[in-house]
């Protein structure tokens, strides 16, 4: 199978779909790979790197996009993209469309197959998007410290606090995988933390592994609106796969909150958890909302491309493998759980999720793949 890596386009994206390590893989198996130059070097990989693992370099996007019969990407296409894209032609990247009526309609009108890192599931796990939870989580809660100092707009408060003076009240809505990881930081850096979920299983593991070093809640609008008003920090990192998050912190409620308190949103690439949230970009991160400081990137592992790019190329590969290796339709018909990462093909939309979020009708997979 011919594959295609384009170099990532929103801005201040850095992270690329592939490492050497991934091209030397589908080489081996008897692809061949095909990367836009300069695609990697945001997360510090030389072209000459992956040439030397096997890959083909390409001078322009057009080219790659042109030759590929699946397209390896990092974040949904934008709007310079979608011309690219063609009847029949495999797309495996992020792609949050329940966000993005505009890329849904777009992917739709060119006939892609296209299947969503985000909605492979494995029984309750979301085994592709976990690493990117894993980094946005604990980067929310650094870039929540770095706005909390007063030069940068935010209360003045130390979140670990010093002896003879409170720590920063940290509050967590969700206690999935990128709200656990905001929690571990903010208890590294000794600050008071809590955390919201509504599955209680999910609380009584989370209280097993911090034994007493953070309050577990169970998350209802009325905890939510006594827990806000004196939080230093809020982290909304709420997920339902596929779908629009949930706002559950109304206006009114950031009015009552402390001037100078940061609330960083995790759950912007689908729409948000604060009903105030819009994506921002990290030329241009925060906004006010009251006396309140909102951040809400919505491609924020980027900011640590590296990191991002390794972790999320480990889990990616062995399905970019099996999609190489069988064709699309063989891959998902072996595997119920990537069988659940297709979103569109031929004109059709496949995820409920997405159809409802706007108003469109649904394909069931089983009837896509059964043609």
């Not at 494995?122 to 592709?128: A, C, V, Y």
């Not at 650094?142 to 706005?147: E, L, P, R, S, T």
């Amino acid at each position: 199978m011919k594959i295609g890596v384009p170099a990532e386009v929103k801005p201040h994206e850095y992270r690329v779909a592939i490492t050497p390590a991934g091209v030397h893989e589908l080489v081996r198996n008897g692809h061949e790979v095909s990367i836009e130059r300069g695609a990697g070097l945001g997360s510090h990989i030389t072209d000459e790197d992956f040439a030397a693992a096997g890959a083909k370099l390409r001078d322009r996007a057009d080219d790659v996009w042109a030759e590929a019969e699946m397209i390896l990407k990092v974040k949904e296409p934008v709007a310079e993209e979608y011309g690219r894209m063609r009847e029949g032609q495999v797309l495996f990247t992020y792609l949050h469309l329940a966000a993005s009526r505009a890329c849904t309609d777009a992917l739709l009108e060119r006939k892609v197959t296209a299947i969503a890192y985000e909605t492979v599931q494995k029984g309750r796990t979301l085994p592709l998007l976990a690493p990117m939870s894993e980094v946005a989580g604990r980067l929310a809660t650094q870039v929540g410290a770095f706005y909390l100092m007063r030069v940068n707009g935010g209360r003045g408060v130390l979140p670990g606090g010093v002896p003879g003076v409170a720590p920063a009240k940290v509050v967590v809505i969700g206690g999935g995988v990128a709200g656990l990881n905001a929690a571990q930081i903010a208890v590294g850096m000794g600050a008071d933390v809590t955390i919201l979920d509504v599955n209680l299983d999910r609380l009584r593991h989370i209280d097993e592994i911090y034994r007493g070093r953070l309050r577990t809640l169970v998350s209802t609008g009325y905890t939510i609106e006594r827990e806000l008003p004196t939080a230093d920090l809020v982290v909304g990192a709420v997920l339902i796969p596929g779908a629009k998050a949930p706002k559950l912190v109304p206006n009114e409620l950031v009015a009552a909150m402390k001037p100078g308190s940061v609330l960083v949103d995790i759950a912007i690439d689908q729409g948000g958890c604060f009903a105030d949230s819009r994506p921002t970009t990290h030329d241009d991160p925060v906004f006010p909302v009251h006396g309140s400081l909102f951040y809400c990137v919505a491609n924020m592992p980027g900011a640590v491309a590296h990191t991002s790019t390794y972790a999320l190329t480990n889990v990616t590969l062995p399905y970019a493998v099996r999609l190489a290796n069988l064709g699309w339709r063989e891959a998902l018909r072996a595997d119920p759980a990537l069988a659940l990462g297709l979103n569109t093909h031929d004109g059709v939309l496949t995820s409920p999720p997405v159809a409802e979020a706007h108003g469109l009708p649904c394909t069931p997979v089983e009837t896509v793949l059964a043609a």
